[in-house]
């Protein structure tokens, strides 16, 4: 598809779970982020990747989160250990570059609900 | 996706009419504002950015206003239509070539009355 594409797009997990959300980003797109969205509140910002590296990771809440793009395109979040804190709508967005910082394009998000 | 907005303040405004949306924003450095517009169970989209140099920029039926002295952003929408009705994001960024870290506001709703 043209857009964002994020998958699943709904996951319930239990507590203490692993859980692995995936991110394709638009095609050529070489800047890619990854945003959280708590119910009623604006997204908070979790990590951003120029390519295939972390570019800036200040956002991630602490060490069970962790997020990779090995071949600077798809990339998956990786949360161990969740909590019930970590449900939200995790949201990525790529851009063309670095440059643009307000043309991001959001998929849809991945709805995570911890039980 | 989930639905936002759930407690967020909400503005109702009469199809047709013009809707301004306010933002307080926290970082006096901040060089850079975007306004996004979100709709239930979809992604922020893009609608209209401005540059701290700037005070007023216009777009196709929205303008934002920009006043550094009380840290301010709005966004008006003229002619209000039914497929304005979302939520409605401020986000600053520290400069305008940052490329990551947007620090959005709370939101606002907006509902469009036919």
């Known amino acids: 598809g043209a857009g964002v594409s994020q998958t699943p797009s709904n996951k319930v997990t239990e507590k203490g779970k692993y859980v692995e959300l995936r991110c394709d980003p638009i095609?050529?797109?070489?800047?890619l982020y990854w945003y959280r969205q708590s119910l009623g509140q604006g997204p908070e910002f979790l990590i951003y990747f120029q390519g295939t590296g972390a570019a800036d990771d200040s956002g991630l809440p602490n060490d069970r989160f962790f997020a990779v793009r090995p071949e600077g395109s798809v990339s998956t979040l990786k949360i161990q250990r969740t909590e019930r804190g970590d449900s939200a709508v995790y949201l990525c967005?790529?851009?063309?570059?670095?440059?643009?910082?307000?043309?991001?394009?959001f998929g849809e998000g991945s709805r995570l609900t911890v039980l | 996706g989930e639905s936002v907005g759930l407690h967020l303040p909400t503005l109702s405004v009469q199809e047709g009419d013009n809707s301004i949306i306010n933002c307080a924003y926290s970082?006096?450095?901040?060089?850079?504002f975007i306004w996004y517009k979100q709709e239930s169970g979809k992604g922020p989209q893009f609608i209209i950015d401005i540059r701290s140099n700037m005070d007023k920029r216009q777009g196709q039926r929205v303008t934002v206003l920009l006043n550094k002295t009380v840290k301010h952003l709005s966004l008006q929408i003229a002619a209000t239509q039914p497929g304005d009705s979302a939520v409605y994001f401020c986000?600053?960024?520290?400069?305008?070539?940052?490329?990551?870290?947007?620090?959005f506001g709370g939101g606002t709703r907006l509902m469009v009355k036919p």
């Open positions: 967005a790529s851009s063309l570059n670095r440059g643009w910082t307000g043309e991001l394009f």
């Open positions: 095609s050529g797109h070489t800047a």
């Open positions: 970082n006096s450095a901040s060089d850079y």
């Open positions: 986000a600053e960024s520290p400069a305008y070539n940052a490329g990551n870290m947007l620090t």
